[in-house]
């Protein structure tokens, strides 16, 4: 376990060192801040639950997101309680605003994860994959601004691409049923 602590913190150390730039700095707080509270997500799962085209999509959307949160926010964070990297990292400095919960996993991975998972299997292509990569670049930003370990990061995606595939499960078996 010390080993993969010791990887973690050395990541975000390098990070730090060689990617992180000023001019990056404004545009990566704003793309960390898409994933604040999961807004962004929600608000385009609100948008296509007015749709009576894409309902089904914004309607398992809304379950990924709703699954994501219980297993991250409500069970995961609170079992696991893991302090922050910038409190802990010797030398390791945050950008933007100091979260207030603790770190494993990431709550904007999670929530990136399983809306931009959804929106991609279902949405036209270009949709889809563009919401993809603005969730995968939320994800990263997380590393970037020194509020998460990358696992922290990684548990993250996972626990959200298994939300979204749960969800498309229970909202596609049900509207077939219908």
């Known amino acids: 376990m010390d080993f993969i602590i010791r990887i973690d913190e050395n990541i975000l150390l390098w990070i730090q060192e060689y990617v992180r730039k000023d001019f990056l700095n404004p545009l990566v707080k ?9 807004w962004f997500w929600i608000l385009i799962t609100v948008i296509l639950l007015f749709s009576k085209k894409y309902r089904k999509i914004g309607l398992t959307s ?7 949160f219980l297993i991250t926010n409500l069970l995961l964070k609170n079992m696991v309680m893991r302090i ?7 030398g390791l400095s945050f950008i933007g605003k100091k979260p207030s919960d603790f770190s494993f996993p990431s709550g904007h991975s999670t929530c990136s994860m399983a809306s931009s998972v959804v929106l991609f299997l279902y949405l036209p292509k270009k949709y889809g994959s563009a919401a993809l990569i603005l ?26 691409i298994l939300a979204a595939f749960i969800a498309a499960k229970i909202i596609m078996k049900q509207k077939s049923n219908a």
Do not use: K, M, N, Q
């Open 84 to 90: 922050r990297p910038y409190e802990i990292v010797e």
């Open 62 to 68: 809304a379950a990924a997101l709703l699954i994501g």
């Open 135 to 160: 969730g995968i670049f939320i994800c990263l930003s997380r590393l970037y601004v020194g509020v998460h370990y990358p696992t922290d990061v990684l548990a993250g995606i996972a626990v959200g």
């Open 30 to 38: 704003l793309i960390t801040c898409l994933g604040d509270a999961g």
